[in-house]
């Protein structure tokens, strides 16, 4: 995206905003509470118009494309689902057909792979609803897996898990992304995690972009205190990796 801005109730949200993810790329897009990191994902899955600048995927403007085509381009694993509450796995999971024309055996073929995949097989039947935390990120995931997009967005993916099942879920879409030569931009609030899983890191402040680049060259003390108004400092730490590896 390039030259992106965003207005909410006439304010001025986002501005000229521009950022770039590659096939097979995992970037992160962090920022202070209501910097609009949430308003600038949202113009990427056409939940909103940008009021200037322009959104590609896979070289086409998203926000002419028909709904459909975009659909099959840009798949979203977003903060709060009320709307899948009712349903079961496997129907959820489903719902990321809805862009394709239906054929049900091949569908149910692609639910029970992407279930598969994120851990979830035994989990076909159950109300979406009873999941924990965890369980259901993983199903959302699956849904956006049989979506079949080339570019995945993830708003807070981890925001409601315990250490554990937020460096499982993002180990399973970097590696999903890997995988398939799928682009993944994820908003996400630990920085530490953030240096830890991404490829490359977008600073937002203001409703601005800021930095972005490797998250080594971007993180720096002074940045940091910029945006955040906090101090970093080096410490000895606690690192957490999952047991059987590192991030
Ligand atoms: N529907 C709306 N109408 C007017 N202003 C809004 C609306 N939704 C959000 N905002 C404002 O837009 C700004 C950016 O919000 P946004 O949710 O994009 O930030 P964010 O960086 O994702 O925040 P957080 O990290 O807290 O989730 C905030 O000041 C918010 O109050």
Redesign the pocket.
């Known amino acids: 995206m390039s030259g992106v801005s965003a207005r ?2 006439g ?1 001025g ?1 986002v501005h000229e905003a521009g950022l770039r993810v590659d096939g097979g790329e995992f970037a992160a897009l962090v ?10 994902m949202r113009t990427i899955y056409r939940a909103l118009r940008p009021s200037a600048g322009l959104v590609t995927v896979d070289g086409d403007d998203v926000h002419r494309l028909p709904w459909r085509e975009s659909a099959r381009r840009t798949a979203v694993v977003a903060q709060e689902t009320p709307a899948e509450l009712d349903f079961t796995v496997g129907e959820v999971v489903l719902m990321g057909r809805t862009p394709y024309r239906r054929v049900p055996a091949a569908d149910e073929e692609r639910c029970a792979r992407a279930l598969d995949r994120v851990g979830l097989s035994g989990a076909r039947e159950r109300v979406y609803a009873t999941l924990s935390g965890g369980e259901k990120q993983r199903a959302l995931v699956a849904r956006a897996l049989v979506q079949e997009t080339r570019l995945l967005l993830l708003d ?1 993916p981890t925001s409601h898990l315990d250490v554990r099942h937020q460096l499982e879920i993002l180990h399973l879409v970097r590696e999903l992304g890997a995988e398939l030569g799928m682009a993944t931009l994820a ?1 996400l ?1 630990d920085l530490n995690q953030a240096a830890a899983f991404c490829d490359r890191l977008y600073v ?1 402040s203001a409703g601005r972009i800021v930095a972005g680049g490797p998250p080594d060259r971007v993180l720096t003390p002074e940045l940091i205190s910029r945006v955040y108004g906090v101090r970093a400092v080096h410490r000895t730490q606690l690192v957490f990796e999952r047991l059987g590896g590192g991030p």
């Open positions: 909410l109730d304010r949200i920022g202070p509470n209501g910097c609009g990191k949430s308003t600038l807070e908003v609030h937002m």
